[in-house]
Every structure is written in structure tokens, then in C-alpha cells.
């Protein structure tokens, strides 16, 4: 398992050297962020800031349009994904594809778990120390300390820190 562990932050650390040289100034790292098989990173006229000690498992993927900040300490589990823009699509008779795209930022702050398969949409605002559920979609503010569910409704939850 450590050489597993050591591979990944070899794979890491070459993906953000690599990423460093396409996106130059849009793409801010911390220190000790590392990232698993099949991470996707497009910064298309945003921009993208991550901070320190932030894991990503395999899967997940980014795409910004505006904005996308995400605090140290946080962990994002298999296949999570993050726009912060979305298509337009109110002209019936033009191409959903020509009509551009609405953007907005997203912040996801410190010492924030998302599960398995949870969607980050524009506009979202995860507070410190969160937890989201496996496969929530989140498209608005989310206080700090809570948990979130998906059991049918969405299920809010205070955290009880010891």
C-alpha cells in the first residue's frame, strides 16, 4: 500500500507540473495535493484555487468557466464533479450548443468531505467543515457544520464535534 501511496503522489505531482504549464495563472495549488486515477482539470476562462492538503479520489474532475475555490484540508470521494457554469438553453430555435453558458462561482471551504458521486453546480457555497452524502447534487449555500443527506429529501444535520 505505501508503494501505491507513492505513486499517486508521483502521478500527482507530474499532472500538476503538467497542469501548471497549460492553465499558468488560472490555477492556484497548495501544498500536498494529490489526486488519484482519471482526475480532469479545465480551466476555460476561470479560474481554479485549491487549497493545501486537499485529496481528490479517482474519478473526480473540475471545470471552470468563472471560479472554483476550495479550501485546505478537504477530501472529495470517487467521481465527484464541480462546473460552475451551466448551458443556456432558452431559444428554442437556436442549438442548445451555440447559446453560450451562464457562470457562477462556487466555494467549497475548509475541512469539507464529499462523498462518492456528489455533483458541485454554480453557484454553490459549502461551509467549513461539511459533509456531503454520496450522490447529492448541490446548486446552493450549504452552512458550515452539517451534514447532507440524500434519503428521499434533502436531510440537513448539525455535526457534533467532540
Not at 4 to 19: E, G, M, S, V
Not at 54 to 73: A, D, L, M
Amino acid at each position: 500500500m505505501i508503494l501505491l501511496k507513492f505513486l499517486w503522489h508521483i502521478n500527482a505531482f507530474i499532472k500538476i507540473i503538467f497542469y501548471k504549464m497549460i492553465f499558468g495563472k488560472k490555477i492556484k495549488w497548495g501544498k500536498h495535493v494529490t489526486f488519484r486515477e482519471n482526475f480532469s482539470l479545465v480551466v476555460d476562462g476561470g479560474k481554479v484555487v485549491i487549497g493545501n492538503n486537499v485529496f481528490f479520489n479517482n474519478n473526480c474532475s473540475i471545470v471552470s468557466h468563472k471560479s472554483i475555490i476550495i479550501g485546505e484540508n478537504c477530501i472529495f470521494g470517487e467521481g465527484v464533479k464541480i462546473y460552475d457554469h451551466n448551458h443556456k438553453f432558452a431559444k428554442y430555435n437556436v442549438e442548445k450548443k451555440y447559446q453560450g453558458f451562464s457562470s457562477s462561482e462556487i466555494k467549497i471551504g475548509k475541512n469539507c468531505w464529499l462523498a462518492n458521486n456528489v455533483i458541485i453546480l454554480k453557484g454553490a457555497e459549502i461551509g467549513d467543515n461539511s459533509v456531503i452524502g454520496a450522490g447529492c447534487v448541490i446548486k446552493n449555500k450549504i452552512p458550515a457544520n452539517v451534514i447532507v443527506s440524500l434519503s428521499g429529501d434533502y436531510n440537513i444535520q448539525k455535526i457534533r464535534y467532540r
